[in-house]
């Protein structure tokens, strides 16, 4: 990967530059967070004229190395106020890769007043005015696109949410069935909507591809790597039988599965939402209870789940919007949150953050908990019609707690806290509170470590003790994840089985001609977030803002579990 | 003493989703397992009554023992 591409909203310009040497040795998010600390104004607003928008694939994305399809969106969130990256499945990243773009920087406002399309090829970028798709649906998109440009087209692209640039807009990612994985978290989709950028399609036909300095050992390591991750009981049975929604039993079994906007801890009708009951259910009906989300993927946690007259309802269909309007809103019905993931899909919104804000809704009245009907209703006809409820809740949980006078509001930084209470978990308690992401259960998943023992055995999580280096180790680990294209799940066999890491780093030396050890790793997350840390001082956050809501202070049943961390202690997550 | 057992993800398969079950006193987690026919080292998360427990712990009347395989997370 040897250009950067840099696009200019104010003029519809384009450059292709030489990647400059600090960024040689970058990828992902390391990349991503690199490019907005260097380049956008901390203090800048999220939608005007001075954030920037990143996208960068990792660093062995587009080689035939498992797993490493995963692409890096950065900017300055909207949402949160803090820098963002967010991660996402899909074709994206291995089209960016074979094309040898390292990064997009997407720059400046455009004047008209007008919606735009963007190209990009082995040829540059071409940037055209969009009429047709304006206020049309993800889904719409990908197929008028298909018809413009192709089947094998790839697509980044924003629904209706986006346009208005609300803070839960995502930005979607095609998959290889034509269907959409997501940049989830942090309102990414404001600041492309921002930018008046409705498509980015992508053409890879005759792309110089990927040159391996040393294809043998790329080989031998790619091989090593694939067995690690197929050895090991998460990745090779438990995530490609039952998905991320095993997550509902386990963490209920625990007792830290929000319920009712974070009342309770365990739900009475979890049955009916695990991912036991999924896996029947979509077997039944003659779905996929194994899916990628990318190509080359091995582990398959991803699903395709249809109703019961066996139509495609959605697919990546995860724990985390399975529980929060399951058990947090009190839904229960795998069909109603199977709709309502569509939709969020479709008008594209943040699928956790925007369940989350319907829990404080639910808390404030303004629909009864457990009103799914209702939920589907005020997904299209308020946040997708962009009415002033609808813009209440597509502003995330944080703002419609704000609005309606709640206290009981799970969020740090603004941004919601994903299916995990804290309380009766407190190694994800940390990374939540210490995030440079805001509030983010992928930045550093002690959960497998609290509840399953990964990586040497369980850290109590009902317990302090522990949790902070427990915490400060899985976020360095995880900006190498990050940062390399590869799915998170990774992380499991790379704690576990000795012989993944090492793979690891003889493919990054393999395919770029490198002599790294080990040690690398550490070094890349230490830098990454203590930029990233930089960057959110500079913007205005200090450690009152490493914090959990006060009322993590009531006791949660079933163990009567609080947060009871200090301040200090907290504090202590940033020595090193 | 009655112990009630929890079995989720694929310990389910050929066995029960919960079930109540007589013990003798002094029974452990690990006796239950083996009970069962499950290997120990396929247990993944070991809970009684909600808190981590290892195969060594003894159990008293009416705890309620969960038994998960190896899974991962999302």
Known sequence: ?576 | MKITIELYATFRNGRFKDEQREYMDGITVGHVVDDLGIDRGEVGMALVNGRHASMEQVLSEGEVVALFSMLGGG
């Open chain 1, 1 to 576: 990967m040897d250009k950067i591409l840099r696009v200019n909203m104010s003029d519809l310009s384009s450059t292709m530059e030489a990647v400059p040497k600090e960024w040689a040795g970058l990828g992902g998010r390391a990349l991503t967070s690199a490019i907005v600390a260097a380049e956008v104004i901390p203090t800048c607003h999220p939608l005007g004229k001075n954030n920037k928008l990143v996208f960068a694939p990792g660093l062995l994305s587009g080689t035939a190395a498992a797993n490493t399809g995963r692409f890096s969106c950065g900017a300055k969130s909207p949402l949160t106020g803090t820098i963002k990256e967010s991660n996402a499945g899909g074709t994206a990243a291995q089209m960016f890769a074979r094309l040898g773009i390292k990064a997009m920087i997407i720059e400046g406002l455009p004047k008209a007043d007008a919606w735009y399309g963007m190209h990009v090829s082995k040829d540059g970028v071409s940037i055209s005015e969009e009429t047709e798709l304006v206020g049309k649906g993800n889904f719409a998109i990908v197929e008028a696109l298909e018809q413009r440009f192709g089947k094998k087209t790839g697509i980044l692209s924003i629904g209706q949410a986006g346009e208005m640039r609300m803070l839960t807009a995502n930005i979607s990612v095609k998959d290889l069935d034509s269907k959409i994985r997501s940049h989830g978290r942090g309102g990414l989709g404001a600041v492309m909507g921002s930018k008046k950028i409705k498509f980015i399609a992508i053409d890879d036909t005759a792309a110089p591809g990927i040159k391996l300095a040393d294809p043998e050992k790329f080989k031998d390591a790619a091989r090593t790597f694939a067995k690690a991750v197929i050895s090991h009981p998460a990745t090779g049975e438990g995530l490609p039988t039952f998905g991320t929604a095993e997550m509902v039993n386990i963490v209920n079994a625990a007792g830290g599965l929000p319920t009712r906007n974070f009342t309770y801890g365990q739900f009475e009708d979890h049955e009916k939402i695990s991912g036991e009951t999924l896996r029947e259910t979509i077997i039944e009906r003659g779905g996929k209870p194994k899916h990628g989300c990318q190509s080359g993927c091995i582990i398959q946690c991803s699903q395709v789940y249809n109703d019961k007259d066996g139509n495609y309802v959605t697919s990546g269909f995860e724990y985390e919007t399975i529980e929060t309007l399951g058990a947090n809103a009190c839904i229960g019905d795998l069909d109603i949150i199977a709709k309502a993931d569509y939709i969020m899909d479709d008008i594209g919104v943040d699928s956790i953050e925007t369940a989350i804000a319907f829990g404080v809704a639910m808390e404030a009245g303004v629909l009864p908990f457990g009103d799914g009907a209702g939920v589907l209703k005020m997904l299209t006809d308020d946040i997708a019609a962009g009415t002033p409820l609808g813009r209440i809740l597509g502003s995330g949980a944080g703002n419609v707690g704000k609005l309606y006078g709640i206290t009981r509001v799970p969020v740090v930084k603004n941004q919601g806290i994903p299916a995990y209470d804290p309380r009766s978990i407190k190694g994800i308690g940390i990374t939540y509170a210490t995030s440079t992401m805001g509030a983010d259960h992928t930045a550093g998943y002690a959960v497998g470590t609290n509840l399953m023992g990964v990586g040497g055995g369980v850290v109590d999580p009902l317990s302090k003790n522990g949790q902070v280096e427990l915490s400060r180790h899985l976020q360095i680990i995880t900006v190498m994840l990050d940062s390399i294209g590869l799915c998170l799940f990774v992380g499991f066999p790379a704690a576990d089985i000795p012989t993944c890491v090492p793979a690891l780093i003889d493919m990054l030396n393999a395919r770029f001609g490198l002599e790294l050890t080990p040690d690398w790793i550490g070094g890349l997350g230490v830098t990454t977030l203590k930029t990233e840390r930089a960057f959110n001082t500079a913007a205005g956050f200090n450690s009152s803002h490493d914090r959990l809501p006060e009322f993590f202070e009531e006791p949660l049943l079933p163990h009567n579990a609080v947060w009871d961390f200090t301040g200090e202690e907290i504090d202590e997550f940033w020595n090193f």
